[in-house]
């Protein structure tokens, strides 16, 4: 969905993009206007962002309208951290977020993050920003916490597998890896070298992404969101590349190497998180989870 404010943009004062500092207000939104239980309690990444006042009347943030936005980004996040949280007890020790932007896993989940190496991979400007404003808060940056910078815009974006071990991660050792919200800005092609790249992985290392489904494999109601967040994204000078069905991310993966690979459908997501709440909050069909194991 399209910003109508000016929204927070990685300009030369190297903050982070508008992407991030959405996906950071709608977690907080969860919190503020919906009612429990929370799927995911997250307002550090609102103190991160620390927005104008008056940010809840932006356009963006519309309580109804982002109802299934919002759901989504708590649900694939919460998905995501159980998953992580479920390799550590069974002995994995390495995390990678691939375009960490404004995630808070290491700040929430020091229980679990702490058993942990976790490696965020972003670009450099709005990853020192990051940085700069975790001291601020006083969280700081633990030794556990790694930051990757990769300038992606440099070209360098294939390369962030080859900086990781430099920057302590052990290829020969298992990790749970997580790319949300990143495979509809690549193309089809980039999208399987990085499955290609993954499938590399030591074994028993889990990777899950999301990806976008076709508009005319999303449930009815789903479609006029849909369209409006290409709409937004193309006009905000990143637009949507790639869509997959579901069928078609299965078969990427198990092709680039996987073992084992599978589809997480916005209807699991839905009875997990959100069955039986009183004010009907469900994700949309739109964006999914492949779940993919070496």
Do not use: C
């Amino acid at each position: 969905m399209a910003d109508d404010e000016t929204a927070e943009t990685a300009d030369k004062t190297g903050g982070p993009d508008s992407t991030a500092v959405r996906v950071a207000l709608w977690r907080a939104m969860h919190v503020q206007v919906d009612p429990p239980p929370h799927v995911l309690e997250d307002e550090i990444g609102l103190r991160l962002a620390d927005p104008p006042a008056g940010w809840r009347s932006r356009g963006d943030m519309d309580p109804r309208a982002t109802s299934r936005f919002r759901a989504g980004i708590v649900a694939r996040a919460r998905f995501v951290e159980d998953l992580v949280a479920a390799e550590a007890d069974r002995g994995v020790g390495q995390y990678v977020i691939l375009g960490a932007g404004l995630d808070t896993f290491a700040q929430r989940r020091p229980d679990v993050a702490g058993r942990l190496r976790v490696f965020e991979v972003d670009r450099p400007g709005p990853q020192a920003w990051k940085a700069r404003r975790l001291t601020e808060l006083g969280y700081g940056v633990p030794g556990w916490l790694r930051l990757v910078p990769v300038d992606f815009e440099a070209g360098e974006g294939a390369s962030w597998w080859e900086r990781l071990p430099a920057a302590g991660f052990d290829p020969g050792q298992p990790a749970v890896v997580a790319s949300t919200g990143v495979s509809m800005y690549l193309t089809k092609d980039a999208n399987a070298a990085t499955l290609r790249e993954l499938a590399a992985l030591a074994p028993g290392s889990t990777l899950v992404m999301t990806f976008l489904r076709p508009v005319e494999l999303l449930d009815e109601e789903d479609r006029p969101g849909l369209l409006a967040s290409e709409q937004g994204a193309r006009a905000s000078g990143t637009p949507f590349i790639s869509f997959f069905a579901p069928e078609e991310i299965l078969a990427m993966a198990r092709d680039a190497g996987f073992k084992d690979a599978r589809h997480v459908p916005a209807a699991t997501l839905n009875q997990r998180y959100f069955a039986d709440r009183a004010d009907g909050l469900r994700t949309s069909s739109g964006e999914e989870l492949l779940v993919a194991s070496t």
